[in-house]
């Protein structure tokens, strides 16, 4: 059973850096051909790929957001995570955390608040 | 990047009627995916590669399309279906997904 599950910290102020984790078992992001990507909705709104890492270690990001984010994972490819750098209210969203592709598999998703 | 028009934006439907929901694509891509998403609740993958029902899927439900234009059809809408469903293509990078369409029932 595939199970992912996004940690973040809940609100943060305009300026910092957003760190999130996806911790995930059911897979193994080695396998030829995973990948594990990022997507965020703002309440009410649609939704927004950011970023994903597949099983070889490539890294892709959406161009309009390129220069602030940060996808990684870690070692045992038990974990990914997502840096976005310069936060602002515009990145105040559920971030979930998607494996595969198509996406098939979601998170249940993290709020992030960005607030003064 | 590819930008997905959906129509409607919101639907009202009575248990039983047909409901069509259009995708429209500002370039052509190969494929479409569809998601339906509940209040509260993550999406789920509906339907692939056009026309493919993804596991748990009614048979109702049915996708079609090609080029610039794709749908999704419930044949006789359930109350059950009241949801907002996204298209979604990465036939080009970013993937991009359409601005949904929600899906009421009467």
């Known amino acids: 059973q595939v199970t992912l599950k996004e940690s973040g910290p809940g609100m943060l102020q305009p300026s910092k850096t957003l760190s999130l984790t996806c911790s995930f078992s059911?897979?193994?992001?080695?396998?030829?051909?995973?990948?594990v990507s990022w997507i965020r909705q703002p309440s009410g709104k649609s939704l927004e790929w950011l970023a994903a890492?597949?099983?070889?270690?490539?890294?892709y990001y959406n161009p309009s957001l390129k220069s602030r984010l940060t996808v990684s994972k870690d070692t045992s490819n038990t974990q990914v995570f997502l840096k976005i750098t310069s936060v602002d209210i515009a990145d105040t969203a559920t971030y979930y955390c998607?494996?595969?592709?198509?996406?098939?598999?979601w998170g249940q998703g993290t709020l992030v608040t960005v607030s003064s | 990047e590819i930008v997905l028009t959906q129509s409607p934006t919101t639907i009202a439907a009575s248990p039983g009627e047909k409901v069509t929901i259009t995708c429209r694509a500002s370039?052509?891509?190969?494929?479409m995916y569809w998601y339906q998403q509940k209040s509260g609740a993550s999406p789920k993958l509906w339907i692939y590669?056009?026309?493919k029902l993804a596991s748990g899927v009614p048979n109702r439900f049915s996708g079609s399309g090609s080029g610039t234009s794709y749908s999704l059809t419930i044949n006789t809408m359930e109350t059950e279906d009241a949801a907002t469903y996204y298209c979604?293509?990465?036939?080009?990078?970013?993937?991009?997904f359409g601005s949904g369409t929600k899906l009421e029932i009467k």
């Open positions: 998607v494996a595969g592709f198509p996406f098939a598999y």
């Open positions: 059911g897979f193994s992001l080695s396998t030829s051909g995973m990948v």
């Open positions: 890492i597949d099983w070889d270690g490539d890294k």
């Open positions: 370039s052509s891509v190969s494929y």
């Open positions: 590669d056009t026309s």
């Open positions: 979604q293509q990465w036939s080009s990078t970013p993937p991009t």
